[in-house]
C-alpha cells in the first residue's frame, strides 16, 4: 500500500513521517520544490519537537520520498493551507483554492477504490465540494454522480486536531472524527487512520466533521475571550486576575482559561471566521470573542505607554533614556513560531513608538527579525532584561517563567500572562 501526503507543512510533514514510521510507503507531495529537496535530502523545512530525526531516519530507510508531482497512490491525504481570500476582505471567507489545486493535480492519477481524505480544517460543504472538484478534473469518469455510493473512489473529512509542539504525540494519541461522504466512505477512512491512531476514530457525515473542527477552536477562542475580557475588567476594579481565576476555578463547574496579550496562531484566531462567515446573522458570541482577543494587544500597548508615563514621573528621566523589555516574541510558550503572534505584534509597535529603546527576550532566537531591529530594537538576554525601566512579560517561555524576575520600585512590569502573580490561594485545612 502507499500513502500520498498532499501539502507537506506543519500537519502533512509529521502525518507522512508517522505513517513512514510503521513501515508504509509514503509519498509527500508538495508544490515548493525547495521544500521537495529538503525533505529528500532528509532535512526539514519546520520546527517541531523530534520531528527532524523522525523524518531523517524515513527517509533513509526508504520509506519516505517527496516529489512536486503527484503519482498513483492508495489512499491520499490532503493537508493544505485554508487561509482567507485576499486582504481586506471584511466578510472573513474562506480561500479553498489550494483545496481546488490538490484535487486537481491528482485526479488524473486516482483509479478505482482510492480513497481521498481532506484533513486542512475547511467550512462546512468543502469535503462535498472537493469531491466535485475530483469529479470534474477525471476525464474518463463513468459515473455522474460524484458522491453517492455509486462512485468509483472514497472521498471523506477527517479534520488534523494537533497542538503545535506536541504534535507527534497527538497525532497518535487523540481522537479522530471521520466524516465520509458516505457510509462506506467513512469506514473505510477509519480502517486508514487505524494503523497509525491509538485514540478512538468516530465516524460520522462530512459536514459535521467539518463543523466539529470548526467548533472546537471557536470554543477555545470564545473561552479565551471570556478570560481576557476578565483580565481588562480587573484591571479596571484593581482586582488581581490570576488570583481571581483560580479562586473562581475552585468550583466544581467552573474551569476558566488564561488571559494573555492576545490570541495567536494560525488556527484559533482563524477557524471561527469560517463559521461567522457562513452564518453571519446568527454567529454573535462567536463575532464579538474573536472582536475581544484581536484587540487585546492594542489593551497592552495602551498599557505599557501608562508604565512608561509613570516611570518618567517616579524617576524625572527623560523619555529617550527609558527602556523596555518584552520578553518573549512566540505566539505562545515553548515554541519558535513568530507567526501570527500577539507578543510581536505588541513588541513591533513598543519598537516603533520607543525607537532604539525596545529590548526583546526570545530564548527560541539567535537574531531579531528585521521588522524590529529596523526599528532598532535589540536582542537580550533575560539578565539585560532586569535593566529595563518596563518589563513587558509576553510569552510564558520555560526560560522566563523560571528566572527569578524581581521589579524594582523604578521599574514597572506587566506580566500579560500571570508569571510573576505569587500564589495568593490559600487553602485551609491546607492539603497534605
Ligand atoms: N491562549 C491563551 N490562553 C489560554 C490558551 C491559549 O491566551 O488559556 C493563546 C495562546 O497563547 C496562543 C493562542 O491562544 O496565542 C492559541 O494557542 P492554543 O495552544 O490554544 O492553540 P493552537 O493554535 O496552538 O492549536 C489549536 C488547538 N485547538 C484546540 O485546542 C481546540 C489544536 O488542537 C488544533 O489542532 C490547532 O489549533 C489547529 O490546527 O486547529
Redesign the pocket.
Known sequence: NRISVIGLG??GLPTAAVIASRGIEVLGVDSNQHVVDTINKGNIHIVEPELASMVHSAVVDGFLRATAEPEQADVFLIAVPTPFKAEGNDDHVPDLSYIEAACKSIAHVLQKGNLVILES?SPVGATEKMAQWLAETRPDLSFPQYAGEGSDIRVAHC???????NILQ?LVS?DRVVGGITNRCSTMAAVFYSIFVKGECIVTNARTAEMC?LT??S???V??AF??EMSIICDELGVDVWELIKLANRHPRVNI???????????????PWFIASQAPESSRLIKTARYV?DE?PSWVIRKVKELVEEVLTATGKYEKDVRVACLGLA???N?DDLR????MEVTLELSKTFKNQVWAVEPYLEELPESLSSNGAKLVGLSKAMESDVIVLL??HKEIVDYPIEVGPNQRALDT?GVLTENKVFAFPAKG
Open positions: 506543519y500537519i480544517t479534520p488534523e486536531r494537533v497542538l503545535p509542539g497527538e487523540n473542527k472546537e477552536n470554543f477555545r477562542d473561552n479565551i478570560a481576557n482559561l488564561k488571559p494573555g496579550p492576545g490570541v495567536g496562531g494560525h488556527c484559533i484566531a482563524v477557524d482577543n487585546k505566539f505562545k510558550a515554541i501570527e503572534s500577539p507578543a510569552v510564558d500572562r
